[in-house]
C-alpha cells in the first residue's frame, strides 16, 4: 500500500516538472512580418518659396504586424519612381509615430537629397520599412507615389566695393541658404564703401539710404573699419546690418614668414557651411588653424600640429563646426 503511495507520488513528480519544464520553454516568436499601411495627403506637391512654412504633405501609417507585441522602429524610405528602392534616402521616425507632416522646406530638402530635376516633375515613391531587430528581416509597407518638383533653395547677392576694385564680376557673395530673401556672409573690408547688387553685374545695386536701409539711388555703403565683417542684408524690407566677425587663419614653421609669430588669413566662402580655403606656399615643417589669431581656439590633426613633409603649393579648406570650436579640413598639394 504504501510502495502504491510512493510510485503515485514520484510518477505525480515527474509529471510536474515536465509540465513545469514546457512551461518555460514558452517563447514568443517573431514571424516574418506583416507590413503596415501608409496613406499619403496627396499625390502632387507643389513647392514653392512661399510655403517654407505650411505643411504640404502628411504621411499617416499603421504598424506592422510581427506575430507579437514588440517595439517596431519604423523608417520613411524615398526613392526615384523605377530604381526599386535599390538606394533609398531614409528618415527614420519617431518611436509610435502615426502621422509625419513636412511643411515646404523640409520636403523639399527631402526631394533634393535624391538628386532629382529641380525643372520638371519627377515621381518619387515612398514606403515604411518596419524592423523590431537587427537579427530579424524588416517588413515594407505598401507603396504611395508623389510626383513633385523641388526648387533651389541657395541663392546670392554681390558685394562690389573699394576692397576688390568695384567689380561686380569677381565680387564676393552673401549666401541665402533657404532662398528666403536674407543674406549674410564674412568679407573682408579694406575700411573703405561698396554697394549690393542682385547679380554680377551693376544693372540692379543698392546703396546706403540711412538708417541701415537700402535703396537702389542709395549712395554707397560705408564698412565702417578693416577687417572681416558679418554682413546680413535683408532684401524683404531692404535692410542691412554690418558687424566685427570671427575669421580663421593658419599659423607655424611650415608657412614662410610665419615661424609660428605671424598668421595668414583664409578667405571665407559663404557657403553656409562655414568653410573657409587659402592657397599656399608650404615648406616642411608643421601649422594649425586658429580663430581671431588667437590661440584660444585652434585647429589642427586630432589637436596636434599639422605636418607638411613636401614643399609646393597647397589648397587648404577648414570647414568650421557650428560651436565655432572644431571642424574638419583638407590638404592638397596642387
Not at 11 to 21: K, N, R, T, V
Request: aromatic share 10%.
Amino acid at each position: 500500500m504504501k510502495s502504491n503511495f510512493l510510485k503515485s507520488l514520484a510518477f505525480s513528480l515527474i509529471a510536474l516538472s515536465l509540465w513545469s519544464c514546457k512551461k518555460d520553454e514558452t517563447r514568443a516568436i517573431a514571424t516574418s512580418g506583416t507590413g503596415g499601411a501608409l496613406q499619403t495627403s496627396a499625390t502632387s506637391v507643389v513647392l514653392d518659396k512661399s510655403k517654407l512654412t505650411t505643411t504640404v504633405v502628411t504621411f499617416s501609417l499603421a504598424d506592422a504586424n510581427f506575430g507579437y507585441q514588440a517595439a517596431v522602429s519604423n523608417t520613411l524610405q524615398l526613392a526615384v519612381k523605377g530604381t526599386n528602392f535599390a538606394a533609398p534616402k531614409e528618415v527614420l521616425l519617431d518611436a509610435k509615430t502615426t502621422s509625419k507632416a513636412y511643411n515646404g522646406l523640409d520636403f523639399n530638402n527631402l526631394l533634393l537629397s535624391l538628386g532629382i530635376s529641380t525643372s520638371v516633375n519627377t515621381d518619387v515613391e515612398f514606403r515604411i520599412k518596419s524592423s523590431i531587430s537587427t537579427t530579424a528581416a524588416p517588413a515594407y509597407s505598401n507603396v504611395v507615389t508623389i510626383s513633385s518638383k523641388p526648387f533651389p533653395l541657395t541663392a546670392w547677392i554681390y558685394v562690389p566695393g573699394n576692397y576688390q576694385g568695384w567689380n561686380p564680376a569677381s565680387a564676393d557673395s552673401l549666401v541665402s541658404v533657404t532662398g528666403n530673401g536674407v543674406y549674410s556672409g564674412v568679407i573682408k573690408f579694406d575700411g573703405q564703401k561698396f554697394k549690393i547688387t542682385t547679380a554680377k553685374k551693376w544693372d540692379v545695386a543698392y546703396g546706403d539710404a540711412g538708417g541701415g536701409k537700402l535703396s537702389t539711388s542709395g549712395a554707397d555703403i560705408n564698412s565702417v573699419s578693416a577687417g572681416f565683417k558679418l554682413l546680413t542684408v535683408d532684401l524683404n524690407t531692404l535692410v542691412y546690418t554690418i558687424a566685427d566677425a570671427d575669421y580663421w587663419s593658419i599659423i607655424g614653421n611650415a608657412i614662410p614668414g610665419s615661424n609660428w609669430s605671424v598668421d595668414t588669413d583664409l578667405k571665407p566662402t559663404n557657403d553656409g557651411n562655414n568653410t573657409w580655403t587659402a592657397t599656399v606656399a608650404l615648406t616642411p615643417g608643421a601649422f594649425k588653424f586658429r580663430k581671431n589669431h588667437d590661440w584660444g581656439t585652434s585647429i589642427g590633426d586630432n589637436g596636434g600640429d599639422i605636418n607638411v613633409a613636401t614643399a609646393g603649393n597647397y589648397k587648404l579648406v577648414l570647414t568650421v563646426a557650428a560651436d565655432g570650436k572644431g571642424g574638419t579640413y583638407t590638404l592638397t598639394k596642387i
